[in-house]
């Protein structure tokens, strides 16, 4: 029997046994296409302006403040709220968390690094400790001055800088801002810093983030 002599069921179940294959690999096509015009194209997701990357135990980290947090720092920095937003993000580094959950966590903050996706860190001492003999700060008393912006004296923690070995101001004590302290529970008596990162690209937003979380309590 030849195609033309087929009826109409015969010639669709013909087609689809021969074609199946690729009939299903253009749909997936068409799916994937259609998929990344939404995305890039159509409804684009928000450029993240500002992003803070805390580095700390996980029960120590104030989940109930975090939205609070990252809806001022929204109020803070962002200009156009149809394309920006702002990002508070926990990459926790507890010792008691398994080998393939903090494996994926030390993964994602090395890709965010490499990509330039971090501007603020706040950290615990050994950390900070850590990040400074590898260089991952800024400068802050730098940024000051380039920005003609002034952050609190006695928030300022003074370090030895492993490059120059001389002394600079590279990150904050969260102690003494009061919009950033909330977000750690610090039962512990262990010390918190704040710093910009090296290769952030949003330096203005996180000079101007902890300006803010100097001066202002959030409720």
């Known amino acids: 029997m030849t195609f033309e002599e087929m009826t109409f069921n015969e010639k669709m179940e013909h087609i689809w046994e021969y074609y199946k294959v690729h009939m299903a690999v253009t749909a997936g096509v068409l799916l994937l296409i259609g998929s990344l015009l939404n995305i ?3 409804n684009p997701a928000p ?3 500002l992003d803070v990357t805390v580095r700390i135990e996980g029960t120590h980290f104030n989940y109930d403040y975090q ?3 990252e809806q001022k720092l929204y ?3 962002v200009k156009y709220p149809e394309s920006q937003t702002v990002s508070v993000e926990l990459l926790a580094t507890d010792e008691n968390m398994d080998a393939n959950t903090r494996m994926a966590t030390e993964a994602k903050f090395m890709a965010k690094a490499e990509v330039q996706e971090m501007d603020l860190f706040v950290m615990d001492e050994d950390n900070f400790r850590y990040m400074l003999s590898e260089g991952f700060f800024m400068d802050l008393g730098q940024l000051e001055t380039e920005f003609n912006m002034t952050l609190p004296e006695e928030a300022k923690i003074i370090s030895t800088d492993p490059a ?3 002394e600079r101001v590279f990150v904050l ?3 003494k801002l009061p919009g950033l302290e909330p977000l ?3 039962g512990d008596g262990k010390n918190y810093y704040v710093g910009v990162f090296i290769r952030s690209m949003s330096e203005v937003n996180a000079l101007t983030a902890l300006q803010k979380l ?3 309590i959030i409720e």
Do not use: G, M, P, R
């Open 173 to 175: 004590d969260v102690k």
């Open 164 to 166: 120059t070995q001389e």
């Open 184 to 186: 750690i529970y610090n």
């Open 47 to 49: 450029d993240i302006i």
């Open 40 to 42: 890039y194209l159509i």
């Open 214 to 216: 100097s001066e202002e």
């Open 67 to 69: 939205e609070a947090l």
């Open 75 to 77: 109020e803070y920095v």
